[in-house]
């Protein structure tokens, strides 16, 4: 009985000892999964960027929520984008959307998720506001595209088709195909 006594503890400390000395296995991802996850880049809460015109005036600012660099594509990721269009002695255009994909030198947007744009109204004209899904915007050249469905409202005026081109800097749009208006005085 001694003998079973004295196993009962020696098992007993051996357990104990092993307890405080055993150490957790570093957890490593398998080669396969950290070959493909994506290169971590840096993020920016609040984001603010200006662009400048040939002369060094602000022509552009956007804010964003949030900004996310993807390194491995030479993007930019944008939440909560606004831009206020301002060039030089023509008229101001703000742009919403959802979310918007930029390169990093900011020379294309591509917006995404309740796109708008409106002009401030100038002199005695109405403003213009534009809405789509989608819309790709070169700040530099101040052209807009769309290839989905958009309407524009010009004061009591409405407008809505398939595809859009904007010259903002030129207060040129143009509705593509499958145009449909409704014009009231």
Partial sequence: MRN???MIALALAAAATWLLTWQPAERRLPVE???TSPTLGYY????RMIGTDAQGRVSYRIFAERLDELPDEGRLELTGVDVEYQP???TPWA???AKASATKDIERLDLTGGVEIRSAAADDSEPVTVVTQ???FWPDTSNAESDGRVEIQVGNWRFSGEGLRADLKG???KLESDVHGTLVP
Avoid: K, N, Q, Y
């Avoid at 920016?44 to 984001?47: C, E």
């Fill in 4 to 6: 079973t006594f004295v």
């Fill in 33 to 35: 999964d950290a070959a």
């Fill in 44 to 47: 920016l809460r609040g984001a």
């Fill in 88 to 90: 030089t002695d023509e």
């Fill in 95 to 97: 742009i919403s959307a």
């Fill in 134 to 136: 989608t819309l790709t």
């Fill in 171 to 173: 207060d040129s749009l």
